[in-house]
C-alpha cells in the first residue's frame, strides 16, 4: 500500500484543467525550461514569484484563483530585467506584437506570431 502523503498529484488528478488559457501554459513551459537549463534557479523563482503575490496582495488584488499565472507572467518580466537578459524595450515589443496577432486572427484559431 503507498502512502498517500508520499504521492506526488500529476495534473490530470487535478479537478478541471491545469490552464484556462494556453498562454498560462506557454509561460509555465518557459519558466520550466529556464528551470531546467540551470538558468532560472529554483529558489530564486519560487522567491520572485512571492514577491509578486504580496505586492498584489498589497495593492489589493483580489486572489479569485485566476490571477496565479498573471503573477507568474510578471515575476518572469521582472526576473529578465533583474538578470539582464532583456530590457524593457524588448518586453514591450515583443508584447506589441503578440496583441497586433491577437488583434488579427481570426476567431476561434490559435494566435501565432509572425
Not at 498517500?4 to 478541471?16: E, Y
Not at 488584488?61 to 526576473?79: N, R, S, V
Request: charged share 25%; proline share 8%; glycine share 8%.
Amino acid at each position: 500500500m503507498t502512502n498517500s502523503a508520499s504521492v506526488v498529484p500529476r495534473f490530470q488528478d487535478l479537478d478541471g484543467p491545469p490552464f484556462r488559457a494556453p498562454w498560462e501554459a506557454q509561460v509555465f513551459a518557459l519558466i520550466r525550461a529556464l528551470q531546467d537549463a540551470g538558468t532560472l534557479p529554483p529558489k530564486e523563482w519560487s522567491a520572485g514569484l512571492g514577491e509578486e503575490i504580496r505586492l498584489a496582495r498589497e495593492r489589493g488584488d483580489p486572489d479569485l484563483g485566476d490571477t496565479y499565472y498573471g503573477h507568474c507572467l510578471a515575476a518572469l518580466e521582472k526576473w529578465l530585467l533583474h538578470s539582464n537578459l532583456a530590457d524593457r524595450e524588448e518586453i514591450g515589443a515583443r508584447i506589441a506584437d503578440w496583441r497586433a496577432a491577437y488583434l488579427n486572427t481570426p476567431h476561434g484559431q490559435p494566435v501565432e506570431l509572425r
